[in-house]
């Protein structure tokens, strides 16, 4: 069952809502009723059938880690074919790897880590090469991150905006987030329940009410710690099979033009600027999702358009681990 094939529009319009308008509303599946003339027990149906074929991942709040004090980077790892079943599960289990994947490259494992403010991420990354006996490995930290929207819909653009990567000082989050700011967001980055009153739920849990919990949620998105609530989709389910990794090397001086051009090509969903070395002189980086796998040759004819001679088509073998990042999550 792939968005392509979902003939019902009622059903193609609450996968848009669910992912870019979800209602912060004490009875958030009525407001979307409203909006598509349906009852809220239908909405709820939907989306638990939804769910059930693993399509909509889940509903939750989507925070931005760097606010909270978190540390990210890309990271590759170079390992030989024979140890390869045995790198991917000591890398599977950190609890702040959340995507990782196998790819057309002797650089051939890819995945992000998040660290916790206490932690140093490049010491991190250090202990899981010399657990997996990786001596070769690439540490590529965003320098900017250039994000569009990825709401699958072929009547909706998607939104492009830009987010400069901010130094934070550890002393100063760690004065400004508290216990209670803590728990919030381990709750609220879980999957809400599929219910009339899911935040009633979610308020009663943490002891507080509702209304004190949509007023931290409004506080939360205006200082920018949250990017959004909404629904995280599974690409696959929805009929994007091919998924590339494309890295290019840019003259710093055309970043923003060709971001600006990039981004009128709506099968690519993230941008990002990275650190490069002596090396490894690739420092744009752009996801692209292809229905079919023949449309992956518009990557060069864009190289091409643009005089971009060195890029990389970094194409996903296999998904090894892509979950939600849980914020503040336990070493244990």
Avoid at 21 to 48: C, M, S, T
Avoid at 149 to 168: A, G, P, R, V, W
Wanted: glycine residues 2%; positive net charge; proline residues 4%.
């Amino acid at each position: 069952m792939v968005l392509s094939k979902i003939s019902d529009p009622i059903e193609k319009e609450l996968l848009n809502i669910i992912q870019s308008d979800f209602p912060l509303d004490k009875r958030p599946f009525l407001k979307i009723g409203e909006r598509l003339n349906i009852k809220e027990d239908k909405v709820i149906e939907i989306l638990k059938k939804f769910q059930k074929k693993k399509i909509v991942r889940q509903i939750s709040a989507i925070f931005n880690p760097r606010f909270f004090g978190h540390k990210s980077a890309l990271f590759a790892f170079k390992v030989p074919l024979e140890r390869l079943d045995k790198v991917i599960p000591i890398i599977n289990k950190h609890p702040g790897v959340s995507h990782n994947y196998l790819r057309n490259h002797s650089y051939n494992i890819w995945f992000i880590l998040v660290t916790l403010p206490e932690m140093d991420l490049l010491e991190e990354a250090n202990k899981l090469a010399h657990l997996c006996k990786v001596n070769d490995y690439l540490f590529l930290p965003a320098l900017k991150i250039f994000k569009i929207s990825t709401i699958f819909d072929n009547n909706t653009n998607f939104d492009f905006d830009k987010e400069e990567i901010i130094e934070t000082d550890l002393e100063d989050i760690n004065k400004k987030i508290s216990e209670k700011d803590k728990n919030l967001v381990k709750i609220l980055q879980e999957p809400i329940p599929l219910i009339k009153t899911p935040f009633q739920e979610i308020a009663e849990s943490l002891g507080i009410k509702e209304e004190d919990l949509f007023f931290w949620i409004k506080n939360m998105k205006e200082k920018g710690a949250l990017r959004r609530f909404g629904a995280l989709l599974k690409h696959y389910k929805l009929g994007f099979k091919t998924n590339i990794m494309v890295a290019w090397e840019v003259e710093k001086d055309r970043i923003e033009f060709i971001i600006e051009e990039l981004s009128k090509n709506l099968f690519i969903t993230h941008c990002y600027e990275r650190k490069t070395y002596p090396n490894w002189k690739y420092n744009l980086y752009t996801m692209c999702h292809f229905k079919k796998k023949k449309e992956k040759e518009k990557i060069p004819l864009l190289a091409e358009k643009y005089g971009i001679k060195n890029v990389l088509m970094l194409e996903t073998i296999k998904e090894l681990k892509k979950v939600r990042l849980k914020l503040f999550y336990d070493l244990k």
